[in-house]
Structures are given as structure tokens and as C-alpha cells.
């Protein structure tokens, strides 16, 4: 299936990016349309689908474009390892074992926050709700 190609808006729909988003992904170095058609327009596969969507799961972690271009690269430098050496092989999965870690450690910063916020929104309700007893013992 990684020969066929897609257009950018087929591409845009199945990853749930902007077609800007994937052009500014495209500028920035992180990902290259495999082809261009005829008339110059981008085509992508079914790997750049997939490194799309390792950049969209870890934009919301917090990761800079920098440490997502050196993830990408350890990850497809390891796809094509067989020409690796023991150490260069460990030292590209210790990379992608580092970039692991850390997105556990900001999953578990999100669940902290997510706590505080159900807890904020729940202290809201029990205000709105002893202000609409209030209202209804008054009336």
C-alpha cells in the first residue's frame, strides 16, 4: 500500500491536520511529500501518513519541532538499521527510549491537571447548584 499516493486533502483528512498545518510540517523539514504530480501538486504515502500522525501525537505533549525532527530521525534511522553497528543501533533506541519516557512523564502531567480541572469544574456545579436552590426557595 506505501506506493500508492494521496493528495494533500486526502492526507489533511485522514490525520486530521490543516492542509496548512502539513505545508508548515513540510517547510519546517519535518515531513517531504514522496512525489509531486505532474502539475506540481504534493503526493504522500502511506509513511508520510504515518510520520504525520507521530507529529500530531506528540504536538499536544508539548514537543518542539526540533525534538520532533530528532525522534523522526532516530525512528527512520533505526527503519533502516541494517547497515547500523551495535552501538549506533543502541544509541538510536536509548534516543527513542528518552523521547518514551518523556512523553509518560507529560501523559502524567496532563492526568494531574485533568484532576484539577474535573475538580474546578465540579466545585463550579456544586456553587451552581446550591445558587439554583437559592433561587427556588426564594420564588
Request: hydrophobic share 35%.
Amino acid at each position: 500500500m506505501d506506493g500508492k499516493h494521496m493528495q494533500i486533502g486526502e492526507v489533511a483528512a485522514r490525520t486530521e491536520l490543516s492542509l496548512r498545518t502539513i505545508r508548515h510540517y513540510e517547510e519546517t523539514g519535518l515531513v517531504i511529500p514522496s512525489a509531486r504530480s505532474q502539475g506540481g501538486f504534493r503526493l504522500y504515502t502511506e509513511s508520510d501518513v504515518q510520520r504525520l500522525m507521530v507529529i500530531r501525537r506528540m504536538k499536544p505533549l508539548g514537543f518542539t519541532l526540533e525534538q520532533m525532527r530528532d525522534l523522526l530521525d532516530a525512528t527512520d534511522r533505526l527503519d533502516h538499521a541494517g547497515t547500523a553497528d551495535g552501538a549506533e543501533r543502541e544509541a538510536l533506541l536509548e534516543r527513542v527510549r528518552t523521547y518514551e519516557q518523556d512523553a509518560r512523564r507529560k501523559i502524567e502531567e496532563l492526568r494531574v491537571q485533568l484532576v484539577r480541572a474535573e475538580d474546578f469544574a465540579a466545585t463550579l456545579r456544586t456553587r451552581l447548584d446550591a445558587a439554583h436552590r437559592e433561587q427556588g426557595a426564594s420564588a
